[in-house]
């Protein structure tokens, strides 16, 4: 199992990041609560599926596929977002995440010649690294919180389907 602080200063808050983030690019809003009880489960989710992973030998990375699927069930169940637009959402959230990667991790641990065995075997290094794959999402997240810049309004866009009708209070 990988060391619990990973978990608290990193595991635990990226599904948060990823959640409000990716939510936000599509024009939703959630309330911080059911964000707080997303990020708390997915994030204890990655921690119990990578410690999983190292016990029977899966091979590294393809936890993200299950991932999805548990970011899919907590969009809908804590969230209460339709089926689609919360496999939408996740898909969204993981792939800024994959990019980011791509973009940062990938060269900077080959220019600084950083195995994935070194990054996994220090914790504060896996931490760094990870906020590091964190920060374009962190940053676009505030683009979005404060110029209120989105991909597409799906708030807007459903009212506007035939036969849909808004919800009375």
């Known amino acids: 199992m990988e060391d619990l602080r990973v978990l608290f200063f990193l595991h635990m808050i990226e ?17 911080f609560l059911p964000l707080a009880v997303i990020s708390a489960v997915g994030g204890l ?3 119990l599926l990578r410690g999983l992973y190292a016990y029977t030998g899966i091979p590294f990375g393809s936890h993200t596929l299950l991932m999805i699927l548990v970011m899919v069930l907590l969009y809908r169940f804590v969230a209460k977002i339709e089926w689609g637009i919360g496999t939408v959402a996740a898909l969204l959230g993981f792939i800024l995440v994959q990019l980011s990667e791509a973009c940062l991790l990938v060269p900077v641990t080959g220019l600084f010649k950083i195995s994935i065995d070194r990054i996994l075997a220090n914790v504060w290094l896996h931490i760094l690294l990870g906020w590091l794959v964190e920060l374009p999402v962190v940053i676009l997240a505030l683009v979005c919180a404060l110029t209120g810049f989105r991909l597409v309004d799906l708030n807007k866009e459903l009212k506007e389907l035939p036969g849909v009708e808004e919800e009375k209070e």
Not at 15 to 31: A, H, K, N
């Open 15 to 31: 599904p948060g990041i990823m959640s409000y983030c990716s939510l936000s690019l599509l024009g939703l809003r959630i309330p």
């Open 45 to 47: 989710a990655v921690y």
